[in-house]
């Protein structure tokens, strides 16, 4: 166990719809992470925040969207569901302070999205 | 921004044999390199990492391998298990706050 959570473990629902995924990062790490993997396909780097604050953004649609909340818990934001969003949706949290400090990243369990 | 390429896609190992994944990296500021493992259907689990002040490291049957000039690194598992058929991904940090660029991934099968 990583001490990452993620809710829900998996999802249905159709084209069209808006679901919200949820994560908690392990204690003490401030920067969370989201990345999608479609099958048989890499890890996508969408989104990273750190303290509250966006750092960094990949390949992230415009119908995605994440927050950060004061507790630390993050919330990635599915719009417009289209068949191709189908995916494991991970997410992974590190201490990551910025500069050089090194920072492990410890992925979450996942949550799988099927949109019909 | 960083860029990875790993290699092989695909590896098929005999028990007991050597695997080794490559993989190549863009920025030279880049300065942590971890390696990760994803089981089917799992999340992926760091299993080893190196850091650019450092060219090898080795834990237990894995070890990984750092040429900064050639800005390329290893991963290198000895005596294969079948508990080590697994998708591994290489990554480098590509900016200081930790954002990670991921190769796309080896599909290593070890038969008995």
């Known amino acids: 166990d990583s001490g990452v959570t993620q809710t829900p473990k998996h999802l249905i629902t159709a084209t069209g719809q808006r679901v919200t995924l949820r994560c908690s990062p392990r204690?003490?790490?401030?920067?969370v992470y989201w990345y999608q993997q479609s099958l048989d396909q890499g890890l996508q780097f969408l989104i990273q925040?750190?303290?509250?604050?966006?750092?960094a953004k990949g390949n992230i649609l415009e119908r995605f969207s994440a927050q950060q909340f004061p507790d630390l818990h993050s919330e990635l934001n599915l719009s417009s569901l289209e068949l191709g969003d189908s995916a494991l949706y991970f997410c992974?949290?590190?201490?990551?302070?910025?500069?050089?400090?090194?920072?492990?990243?410890?992925f979450g369990p996942g949550t799988r999205l099927t949109v019909l | 921004g960083e860029n990875v390429e790993q290699h092989p896609s695909t590896l098929s190992v005999q028990e007991g044999d050597s695997a080794v994944i490559k993989c190549t990296y863009s920025?030279?500021?880049?300065?942590?390199f971890p390696w990760y493992k994803q089981e089917l259907g799992k999340r992926p689990q760091l299993i080893i990492d190196i850091r650019s002040n450092v060219g090898e490291k080795k834990d237990q049957r894995i070890a990984v391998t750092l040429n900064k000039t050639a800005k390329h690194f290893s991963l290198h598992i000895t005596e294969t298990q079948p508990e080590d058929s697994a998708v591994y991904f290489c990554?480098?940090?590509?900016?200081?706050?930790?954002?990670?660029?991921f190769g796309a991934g080896t599909q290593v099968v070890v038969t008995p």
């Open positions: 990554a480098a940090r590509g900016d200081s706050w930790g954002k990670l660029q």
């Open positions: 920025d030279s500021a880049s300065n942590y």
């Open positions: 925040y750190y303290n509250g604050e966006e750092r």
């Open positions: 204690s003490g790490d401030l920067s």
């Open positions: 992974a949290s590190s201490v990551a302070s910025g500069g050089s400090s090194y920072n492990e990243q410890f």
